[in-house]
């Protein structure tokens, strides 16, 4: 059954639906930078773009991340093939992050025992050229989980990020990196930030909801 998506106002925006709205409050919860359809690009207009607050020096620094919102549960290919095709005619090279209707439940991580359960955002696309080092900045495409990472970030007002699952391991907005063992958020505590989020765009009954 396919929900309408009704507008919903948060922080000063009027959102396209309320899912973006609670992504919206999420980034807020998390204190990440973040600009609502901040560009066109060739037809696909992302719904986000998060601003990298990484020191100047890193690799990251002054860098973003466009961000795809979609009412799915599972990674979708055809959303996917839009981004890539958008990304290649309008010739951006940044990463893309991919979410879904809420957080993940994943069990790979860094930090705890394997029993644990930790949170993935969604799906991040790096790029990655086709060369035998497959230098970054290239025209392919690698799309993997993205946990969501905590106890890692040195600026302590701004203590979640998120990484590559198999990758590049770096925090992408503070470009924080300690060999691999970047620690990952339990999905509990993770479950308790959305929660937060989603009280944030609660109907208020004036302002539209879903």
Request: proline share 6%; net charge negative; glycine share 4%.
């Given at each position: 059954m396919t929900h309408k998506a009704i507008p919903t106002k948060y922080a000063g925006h009027?959102?396209?639906?309320?899912?973006?709205?609670?992504?919206?409050?999420?980034?807020?919860?998390?204190?990440?930078?973040?600009?609502?359809?901040?560009?066109?690009?060739?037809?696909?207009?992302?719904?986000?773009?998060?601003?990298?607050?990484?020191?100047?020096?890193?690799?990251?620094?002054?860098?973003?991340?466009?961000?795809?919102?979609?009412?799915?549960?599972?990674?979708?290919?055809?959303?996917?093939n839009k981004i890539q095709h958008a990304s290649k005619e309008s010739k951006n090279s940044g990463e893309v992050l991919l979410l879904g209707e809420g957080l993940l439940e994943g069990h790979e991580s860094y930090g705890y025992g394997v029993n644990e359960s930790v949170a993935y955002l969604g799906w991040l696309g790096e790029r990655w050229g086709e060369g035998p080092l497959g230098e970054k900045g290239g025209d392919g495409w690698v799309w993997d989980y993205t946990p969501l990472a905590c106890n890692s970030v040195p600026n302590n007002d701004q203590p979640y990020d998120f990484r590559s699952l198999d990758n590049d391991y770096s925090c992408r907005l503070s470009g924080f990196y300690d060999g691999g063992h970047t620690h990952d958020t339990l999905y509990g505590d993770a479950k308790k930030l959305w929660g937060k989020a989603s009280s944030a765009v609660q109907y208020k009954g004036s302002e539209a909801s879903e």
């Open positions: 009027t959102f396209r639906s309320r899912l973006e709205a609670r992504w919206a409050a999420f980034f807020d919860v998390c204190k990440w930078d973040w600009e609502y359809e901040p560009v066109d690009l060739n037809g696909w207009i992302p719904d986000f773009r998060l601003t990298s607050y990484a020191p100047q020096g890193n690799d990251f620094h002054g860098t973003s991340v466009f961000v795809e919102v979609k009412p799915i549960t599972k990674f979708c290919q055809a959303t996917v």
